[in-house]
């Protein structure tokens, strides 16, 4: 077998394994939170720590988007916020439903 199958291989074998750790410090009391939320959700303590954080990180990396418009693009842009279009029932409708992040 060459390297670039194994290579491949391994690559696609690694996305499901979990052998990187996380090591973190907290105060008894922050424990003992965490701990109980866990608990409430039927979750391992390290389950719950490791979904949280990465719920986190998603909305952080969601709201840090950033784009650049040139100076009439960007008028248009303001005059759309100003401006907005009535919502229609299907966006009412692809408003409530929940992101294919949380599905």
């Not at 990180?57 to 248009?76: G, M, N, P, S, V």
Request: proline letters at 3%.
């Amino acid at each position: 077998m060459n390297q670039t199958v194994r290579s491949e291989r391994r690559r696609a074998s690694g996305a499901s394994r979990k052998d990187d750790v996380i090591q973190i410090r907290a105060s008894v009391e922050t424990k003992a939170m965490l701990n109980r939320a866990a608990t409430l959700r039927g979750q391992k303590l390290s389950e719950f720590m490791l979904e949280s954080a990465r719920r986190q990180a998603e909305k952080t990396i969601l709201d840090q988007r950033t784009f650049f418009l040139d100076a009439a693009a960007h008028e248009k842009f303001l005059a759309m916020l100003d401006n907005p279009v009535k919502p229609t029932k299907a966006l009412r409708a692809l408003m409530q439903r929940k992101p294919s992040w949380e599905r």
